[in-house]
């Protein structure tokens, strides 16, 4: 996979979501690298690996234990690691699956639906998929900036798009390939009792303007992990790393800090 790296010390893992790749994370591996060895990767199909050949499967469990591999061949491990978002939901599974490979784990607004006892099997409402599915019509259609328009507003907040900076929006067109292949690719539900398998300690960090999907997710997984705790990036939304980079940033290094 390729990746970014700056900084000496501990070994400090990003992961990014939807539409994102490691430039995603600049803000934190510049802040962070003064006190770690920050190493921001691009999960396979993302830019600049968009030559990734189609054999190579998309997939969520795929990307968790890619993870493992490359910690195993950078040598370094094991990692602090955080993850965002559709990130959040790799990293909790490659956590999960290769626990010796992860000291700290920090899940910004993880992704995925929450399966909790004597309610119907989680999934997105209708109106989610509908939405998602007209996005990749109008990027497949070359419409690129109205599809990522349509998605990126439905999971931060409306008008977050217009707003945003060119370099994210460099970013996620730069990957706007990968959003079908995502959607093909739905993220499973957390569930309490698969909790239990993540042993090291958990920062469940989300924005205040978060949307609730991720809020819920956060404050569930808050509830069942072994070892977690929660902070809130006051005055943000889904992208509360970029919006508010120092508050984050102070977050994920005094938790690593506290879990020594």
Not at 169 to 180: E, F, Q, Y
Not at 227 to 236: N, Y
Request: hydrophobic share 40%; net charge positive.
């Amino acid at each position: 996979m390729p990746y970014v790296e700056q900084g000496d010390g501990q070994l400090l893992l990003f992961v990014h979501g939807s539409l994102c790749d490691y430039r995603y994370w600049e803000p934190q591996v510049a802040g962070l690298s003064k006190r770690y060895r920050c190493v921001a990767v691009s999960l396979t199909h993302y830019w600049p690996a968009t030559d990734t050949p189609p054999s190579v499967p998309f997939s969520w469990s795929n990307h968790a234990d890619e993870l493992a591999q490359f910690i195993e061949r950078f040598g370094a491990g094991p990692a602090h690691v955080v993850g965002h978002s559709r990130g959040g939901c790799v990293a909790y599974h490659f956590a999960r699956r290769h626990g010796r490979h992860v000291k700290t784990l920090t899940l910004a607004d993880p992704g995925g639906p929450l399966q909790i006892d004597g309610r119907v099997p989680a999934g997105l409402p209708e109106t989610v998929n509908a939405l998602r599915a007209r996005a990749v019509q109008l990027i497949e259609a070359g419409e690129v900036d109205a599809g990522l328009q349509l998605f990126v507003d439905s999971v931060s907040r409306p008008g977050f798009w217009s707003k945003s900076t060119p370099g994210f929006r460099r970013i996620a067109t730069d990957n706007a390939h990968t959003l079908a292949r995502q959607f093909r690719d739905p993220l499973p539900a957390y569930r309490p009792e698969s909790a239990s398998d993540v042993k090291c300690p958990v920062l469940l960090v989300d924005g205040e303007k978060s949307p609730l999907m991720f809020r819920r997710a956060a404050q569930a997984l808050a509830a069942w992990l072994p070892d977690a705790r929660r902070e809130t990036v006051l005055g943000a939304s889904h992208g509360m790393n970029l919006a508010h980079p120092a508050a984050f940033n102070r977050f994920v290094d005094a938790f690593i800090q506290g879990s020594r």
